[in-house]
């Protein structure tokens, strides 16, 4: 299958990046690792009239460590992020996810910005970055602002990035390596999680998420206070499927996804040691 | 020495593994023009209208053609039992019947082009009432073709014996659905169409039968047999589906003629997953009926085969299913009966096994069920009612003849392999600790047919005067290593050495005839043809050497070591066969050469034993296979290593079918698993490593004494892997979960028992 | 647009449209046709190649995302006497291919986990090919052909 015509630009900085979106306005779309778009794109499903490649801009592509927090550059690939040294004695469970993704190829081109940016429920990132408490670092026209991760997924398929934004960064906030547990049911290794849950011990208690368990990635709020008042695993899991709105389709039911959810929920808290 | 049974590393691979294959696709075909074909995005409607206009004044589109452009024919029914007021036409005129039926062609320069401007097609629809489910169809509410009356395109029903179970202490029944899958060969339909300089139409095909495109295209575009010539490059896999030929492939050739321009079709994946046929898509209601102590006495299968929107090779698949409706087992009384149906679906056809793995499935799972119901160990039922190796030839109720089989040989050495008890022992134990995480074993005892069609084949070897060989044969390989094989087999009859033989097929006009490659029929039919040639071959040359040596014919003999002549006792003087092919040029003016177009001598029967361990999660219901256990018996084994990779392929797709593969619909008839995104493909991460071992029975019915392997594997790992997983529950009160046994289906099914058995505990 | 990239080790320079893949850019302007597609969703790995030296899928990679790379297809392995590498002999010497269509996306897989993991276990291998979809072999004799290639030690230049 093949794309619609379209023009294609590098942009050899952030600030063209920028510039060239403040110029084009919904015409253009941001190109990274291009594992989110190009499929859509290809089956004609999105058409922009520009592609602003940032995918070069390797300025944007680190794992650092900052002492409170683990920074990720946006351009960060997958594959980086799963390898690299200071995200696995970090931000372990980020450095795990990272290498589930997909299959090697995709974690060979995708990106963690170009993940995140396309707000996609089912996606595994979003879940753990709103479990670690994660904060995003966007930089549009006037300069850069910090958006908390629980503020950034809007709605589906949605992020708060204005269109003339480009993601820069993900913050995140150190955690021990072992203090976390994940769990995702697919049908097969590379298919998108039909459910998938994230717990994470920090300093400050236990984070959760899940996936695919509504429009936007969700943040367990009921289970991590559950937790907080003392809970075991199995009492708080209960209430993991509280508030959700899974979808349901064929391979899952409302209902069924709601119980995977609570299952998956208590397996990740007992790997917390809840 | 024998080159037989030797596992010979495949001559075919160096190409693949270091400039890749040349498939259709790859042909290069200079000054060649794209057709692309526009599909119904709906599956049951009136068109209204068609607009191709602004398609058709795009820049770079050559033309776009409709129905009523093409004056062809319609496309005839496969059989000429099917329903013949139900035949497509060539591009959809009128009514549309499925999501994904070509409606409009477009002939553009690029291939960018002919994307861009099927964008640019408006097709106007009146939707229609849709039927998706063949339980529905078979109601005749909604009709898909109104002028035949009904949906009905075939049955087979030769009456029922109301007294079928009445001498049965125990009789059991179930409603089995055996789903609808997509063959999926990684390469997808391909054509390419020119016209040569003397005229003549030259197609390149990704087909597994060229004889039946060429005789296809001669009849639809309405040319004589010599016009035309069909080539197959390398194909990238068919498993049935590229057993037939299609609309499409006749719009093709239709527009290289119209055009007289070369062109060339490659469909995306997407077109693929609706336009190239379907397999399976059977309900299936099975009755089995017996003693206390095991024995099975009758056995009634009714079969109701989804056909898809138009009957093909689908509609007839149920007569498979029937010949091989009691399986291994010595049953008494068997009956098994069938109605086909239409519906607003890709058409069924054959995928590999085609109606044998339905067979097996409900037989297999049907022997479990009765298992349970007599609490008989499944290892022990079977044991007590398979034919046993004294009794063949096997004449089964539906009057099929079994050739030869060892069924209770091939249990046994399953058994010890997988190390049954041991499992079981394990399985007791996380039993009784209530483990999450539950055991199933499964078993399937089958026995299939190959080369159940009544086509011969043809082959023909010729000696050249440089002492090589050119072998041709009528079988048409994508992937099976006929060229190794059919190697070995002229090697081993010959003496001559299989790097100085080349096989040659594909190409109609260097090999005459042929039936292709399917329903595991080539070895016994296509490389008995060939072995066969090679015979003919030595006689020719004897009689040439006789003339030589001045010798009695008699006495002339073939020392294979040397490759050559000489007579009885006279070893030092001889004769190669570069130099009997010389003297045959000298005598005749042509070459030393033999052709065989060997008649069927009939079907064989391939059977053996499948084990499965499966681990079934009980919290999220995802199953997991631990183990596969294989025991196959193809007769007389000419190269292990093909035939065990026959048979890994045909696990993985069998373990597909029964754990995660599934055509879905929506009840409006859109496909929902129309990329491999969303159909299940099997990866090498959802398999184990397989455990395969072969016990060769040799059969009679042909000279090699060999049976068909290429489709055993699917047809014993389906039931093997749904039995493990129904195992697995059958302690938590649940009896059978429908295939694909994917995670939610599980877990819904051992929820249902949890209700039902508190709903009794209350009661 | 015009673009430059190293294939297999060849300076490539050719006009494309923006919207070419990398595929269609390799079979159609380089004239490399071992590389195949085989779905439209980045699910089956037929068009797998090597960019500097890692997998990708080039289905999913605008050609013009690859300019100024280098990139390696089923072509460029082996050594210029037209030996195969221990990759596309363990493929062979194992029976790891049957119709060949997935083959090249295979091979080059294969190639990029073993640099990435020398050692593999067969559950490395299993996910590791988690992108790589065959129909014909039922991945057991790939997946023993990628264990077979990891146990023989290529001399490096």
Redesign the interface.
């Known amino acids: ?8 630009v ?1 942009a050899a900085t952030v600030e063209e990046a920028i510039d060239l979106l403040v110029q084009h306005g919904d015409d253009a779309k941001l ?1 990274a690792g ?2 989110s778009l ?2 859509l ?4 499903l999105a058409q922009p009239a520009l ?1 602003v ?1 940032i ?1 070069p801009l390797r300025a944007l592509s680190y794992v650092r460590d900052e002492h409170d927090h683990v920074a990720v550059g946006a351009l960060t690939r997958h ?1 980086d992020l799963a390898n690299s040294p200071v995200a696995i004695s970090g931000a372990s469970v980020l450095a795990h996810v990272a290498g589930q993704i ?5 974690r ?2 995708g990106t963690i910005g170009g993940s995140i940016a396309h707000g996609d429920p089912a996606s595994d990132l979003p879940a753990v970055l709103l479990a670690l408490g994660a904060t995003m670092v966007a930089q549009g026209p006037t300069g850069r602002r910090e958006i908390s991760a629980a503020d950034f997924f809007v709605s589906f398929f949605e992020v708060a990035l204005a269109p003339d934004e480009v993601l820069v960064e993900v913050r995140v906030p150190k955690s021990s390596p072992g203090q976390w547990g994940f769990e995702k ?1 697919t ?5 998108w999680a ?1 459910v998938g849950a994230v717990a994470v011990r920090s300093s400050s208690g236990v984070g959760v998420g899940l996936i695919n368990m509504g429009p936007v990635p969700l943040r367990a709020s009921g289970v991590e206070a559950a937790i907080a008042s003392g809970k075991d695993a199995k009492e708080a899991a209960e209430l993991a499927s509280e508030g959700t709105e899974p979808s349901a ?5 409302l209902e ?1 996804r709601q ?2 959810a609570r ?2 929920v208590r397996r990740a808290l007992e790997k917390v040691g809840v | 020495m024998s080159i037989l049974g030797n596992r010979v590393l495949r001559r075919e691979d160096p190409k693949f593994l270091t400039v890749g294959g040349t498939y259709v696709a790859d042909l290069e075909l200079p000054g060649s023009v794209h057709v692309t074909f526009v599909r119904s995005n709906m599956a049951h409607a009136k068109i209204v209208s068609v607009d191709s206009s602004r398609a058709k004044a795009m820049p770079g589109v050559i033309d776009v053609f409709s129905n009523d452009d093409l004056g062809l024919a319609n496309f005839p029914t496969i059989m000429e039992m099917t329903n013949a007021a139900m035949t497509p036409p060539m591009l959809a005129s009128g009514t549309v019947r499925f999501v994904g039926e070509p409606i409009v062609v477009i002939v553009a320069e690029t291939r960018e082009a002919a994307a861009d401007a099927a964008e640019l097609v408006v097709i106007d629809y009146e939707p229609l009432p849709v039927v998706i489910d063949p339980v529905e169809a078979r109601k005749d509410e909604i009709l898909l073709f109104p002028e035949a009356g009904t949906n009905v395109a075939f049955t087979l029903d030769f009456g029922g014996d109301d007294t079928l179970f009445d001498a049965c202490e125990v009789v059991v029944e179930l409603t089995l659905a055996n789903q609808r899958v997509a063959p999926c060969p990684l390469e997808g339909r391909s054509a390419a169409a020119h016209m040569t300089a003397d005229g003549r139409l030259e197609f390149s095909s990704a087909t597994q039968a060229p004889h039946g495109v060429r005789d296809a295209l001669v009849s639809f575009l309405g040319l004589e047999p010599e016009q035309v010539h069909v080539v197959t490059p390398d194909v990238g896999g068919g498993f049935g589906a590229k057993a037939s030929v299609y609309q499409e492939d006749i719009v093709v050739g239709w527009c290289a003629l119209r055009l007289g321009r070369p062109v060339r079709w490659t469909e995306t994946r997407s077109e693929s997953m609706v336009g190239l046929g379907h397999g399976r898509a059977q309900v299936q209601h099975a009755r089995i009926g017996g003693t206390r102590d095991g024995i099975v006495q009758a056995y009634r299968l009714d079969v109701l085969q989804d056909s898809g929107a138009y009957p093909g090779f689908g509609a007839v698949l149920p007569f498979m299913t029937r010949t091989m409706t009691s399986g291994p087992y010595k049953i008494a009384r068997a009956e098994c009966a069938s109605v086909s149906v239409v519906t607003n679906s890709t058409t069924t056809t054959a995928y590999r096994g085609a109606g044998r793995p339905e067979a097996t499935a409900a037989i297999e799972r049907m022997m479990d069920v009765f298992a349970r119901e007599i609490e008989m160990d499944p290892a022990e039922l079977r044991r007590r009612n398979l034919i046993s190796k004294d009794e063949f030839p096997y004449t089964t109720p539906v009057e099929t003849v079994y050739d030869v089989g060892d069924y209770h040989r091939a249990l046994d050495l399953a058994l010890e392999v997988a190390d049954y008890e041991q499992l079981r022992t394990e399985q007791s134990r996380r039993r009784l600790s209530g483990d999450v995480r539950q055991l199933g074993i499964g078993l399937s005892c089958y026995v299939e047919i190959t080369n159940g069609l009544p086509d011969g084949e043809f082959g023909a070897v010729e000696i050249r005067p440089d002492g090589k060989v050119i072998v041709r044969t009528g079988t048409s390989p994508h992937g099976q290593g006929h060229v190794t094989a059919w190697s070995m087999l002229v090697a081993e009859q010959l003496g001559i050495a299989i790097e100085d033989i080349e096989v040659i097929y594909g190409d109609t006009d260097v090999v005459p005839r042929g039936a292709g490659t399917m329903g595991s029929r080539s070895l016994q039919i296509g490389g008995a043809a060939v072995n066969q040639a090679a015979l003919d071959v030595i006689e020719k040359a004897k009689d040439l050497a006789a003339d030589l040596f001045e010798a009695d014919r008699g006495d002339v003999v073939l020392d294979k070591a040397s490759a050559s002549f000489h007579v009885v006792g006279s070893p030092a003087v001889s004769h190669s066969w570069a130099e009997l092919a010389a003297a045959a040029l000298a005598k005749d003016g042509g070459p030393l050469f033999a052709e065989v177009d060997l008649a069927s001598p009939g079907p064989t029967f391939p059977f053996g034993t499948h084990v499965s361990v499966v681990e079934v999660d009980t919290e999220t219901g995802k199953v997991t296979v631990l183990r596969h256990i294989a025991v196959d018996d193809a007769g007389r084994i000419v190269n292990p290593l093909l035939a065990e990779g026959q048979v890994h392929g045909g696990i993985a797709q069998g373990v597909a079918q029964a754990l995660l593969e599934e055509v879905v619909y929506d009840l409006d008839g859109n496909p929902l698993t129309s990329t491999l995104a969303d159909y299940s493909f099997i990866s090498a991460a959802e398999l184990p490593s397989y455990e395969t071992r072969f016990t060769e029975t040799p059969t009679p019915v042909n000279a090699l004494g060999a049976k068909g392997i290429g489709e055993s594997g699917t047809i014993g790992s389906t039931p093997a892997v749904h039995n493990a997983v129904c195992d697995a529950l059958a302690h938590l009160g649940v009896r059978h979960v429908d295939m694909p046994t994917t995670p939610m289906r599980v877990w819904s099914a051992i929820e249902e028992a949890a209700a039902r058995t508190n709903a009794k505990g209350q009661g | 647009m015009r673009i430059e990239m190293m294939v297999n080790a060849n300076a490539e320079s050719h006009d494309v449209e923006a919207r070419t893949l990398l595929v269609h850019y390799l079979r159609d302007a380089v004239g490399l046709t071992g590389t195949n597609v085989g779905c439209d969703t980045t699910s089956c790995g037929a068009c797998t190649v090597l960019m500097n030296g890692e997998s990708v899928k080039s289905c999913t990679v605008l050609a013009a995302q690859a300019a100024g790379e280098a990139i390696t297809t089923i072509e460029g392995l082996g050594d210029e006497f037209g030996q195969m590498d221990r990759v596309q002999q363990a493929f062979q010497d194992c029976h790891g291919l049957q119709c060949g269509y997935c083959t090249p996306g295979m091979v080059m897989a294969v190639t990029s986990l073993l640099r990435e993991n020398p050692e593999p276990t067969e559950a490395d291998v299993r996910l590791g090919l988690e992108g790589n979809l065959c129909r014909c072999t039922g991945y057991h004799n790939i997946v023993e052909a990628a264990l077979a290639a990891s146990r023989v030690h290529e001399v490096h230049q």
């Open positions: 299958m093949i794309p619609a015509s379209f023009d294609y590098r190109l291009g594992h190009l499929p794109m290809k089956m004609r592609l490649d995918a594959h997909g299959d090697p190829q995709v060979h081109r049911l049908k097969r290794a590379q298919d039909i389709d064929f391979n899952g039911s069924y119980h995977v299952v998956l």
